[in-house]
């Protein structure tokens, strides 16, 4: 069976996440010669550039800091099968050894399940603006609402990544030690807690962006969670903060 047999294989909704990290094997590398290590470099470029130019496919490239790794890549793309075929392919791109992975993480991007309906924003400009369902403040609050959400689902599930200078990432799992499972409580609090979540991070709205993806049953965690940012400055104090009220 040919790769291009292969039935695609897309999400309902959003897109397969793909986070890879590597190290450049430095003795491998040098010991191609200046030619080839000319044509490795290009044969990465070119790559980059089909990836790119595939239908509603993102990829991000850093240079990491730390011996941890030396590259990284973010891929988003819909089809599974693309994802598989283009991730094969950059571990290759310089050559056969020269990129050893070091990991990696597969998710999906999602909506949370603690969005505010249209009813529980409906009873809040009730109870709290005093405003009458059927009067002209109301619909128009509700019609601002719903713009307001449709393009929150659409940057959620379909998000048009910047290219900013400090890229954070990590794996991410809800409690569930006894006395300390999150799961655990109610939905109503654990949407109330959520919301103060939310606020903190709308403190640093246009400093840092995040983008949570869902990955049960994909990989060893249940969410991943990405931070842009353009310095290390603000992107620690708002992984403190949302760390202290995880």
């Given at each position: 069976?040919?790769?291009?047999s292969?039935?695609?294989v897309v999400?309902?909704?959003?897109?397969?996440?793909?986070h890879?990290f590597?190290k450049?094997?430095h003795g491998?590398?040098?010991?191609?010669?200046?030619d080839?290590?000319?044509?490795?470099?290009?044969?990465l470029?070119?790559?980059?550039?089909?990836?790119?130019?595939?239908?509603?496919?993102?990829l991000?490239?850093?240079?990491m800091v730390?011996?941890?790794a030396?590259?990284g890549?973010?891929?988003?793309?819909?089809?599974?099968?693309?994802?598989?075929a283009?991730?094969k392919r950059?571990?290759l791109?310089?050559?056969?050894?020269?990129?050893t992975p070091?990991?990696?993480y597969?998710?999906?991007?999602?909506?949370s399940?603690y969005v505010?309906?249209?009813?529980?924003?409906?009873?809040?400009?009730?109870?709290?603006?005093?405003l009458?369902p059927g009067?002209?403040?109301?619909?128009?609050a509700m019609?601002?609402?719903?713009?307001?959400?449709?393009?929150?689902?659409?940057?959620?599930l379909?998000?048009?990544?910047?290219?900013?200078?400090?890229?954070c990432?990590?794996?991410?799992?809800?409690?569930?030690?006894?006395?300390?499972n999150?799961?655990?409580?109610?939905?109503?609090?654990?949407k109330?807690l959520?919301?103060?979540?939310?606020?903190?991070?709308r403190?640093?709205?246009?400093r840092?962006?995040?983008?949570?993806?869902?990955?049960?049953?994909?990989?060893?965690?249940?969410?991943?969670?990405?931070?842009?940012?353009?310095?290390?400055?603000?992107?620690?104090?708002?992984?403190?903060?949302?760390?202290?009220?995880?």
């Amino acid at each position: 069976m040919t790769e291009h047999s292969l039935a695609p294989v897309v999400p309902i909704e959003g897109w397969h996440v793909l986070h890879l990290f590597y190290k450049i094997e430095h003795g491998q590398w040098s010991l191609l010669r200046p030619d080839e290590q000319r044509a490795a470099k290009t044969h990465l470029t070119e790559l980059v550039q089909e990836i790119r130019a595939a239908e509603n496919t993102q990829l991000l490239i850093f240079s990491m800091v730390s011996p941890k790794a030396d590259l990284g890549f973010m891929l988003l793309t819909p089809d599974l099968h693309a994802a598989n075929a283009f991730e094969k392919r950059l571990s290759l791109s310089l050559g056969a050894d020269v990129l050893t992975p070091v990991y990696s993480y597969l998710s999906m991007t999602e909506e949370s399940e603690y969005v505010t309906s249209d009813k529980e924003y409906a009873e809040t400009l009730q109870q709290e603006q005093k405003l009458e369902p059927g009067s002209a403040e109301f619909e128009k609050a509700m019609s601002e609402f719903s713009t307001r959400m449709t393009k929150y689902r659409k940057d959620k599930l379909y998000p048009l990544l910047p290219v900013w200078e400090v890229f954070c990432f990590y794996p991410m799992s809800k409690r569930r030690a006894p006395g300390q499972n999150w799961f655990a409580l109610p939905f109503a609090e654990r949407k109330k807690l959520m919301a103060g979540h939310g606020k903190v991070g709308r403190q640093y709205h246009g400093r840092i962006l995040q983008l949570i993806t869902g990955s049960t049953g994909l990989d060893d965690a249940e969410w991943g969670v990405t931070l842009f940012a353009h310095n290390t400055f603000t992107s620690n104090r708002s992984f403190t903060k949302c760390v202290s009220i995880r």
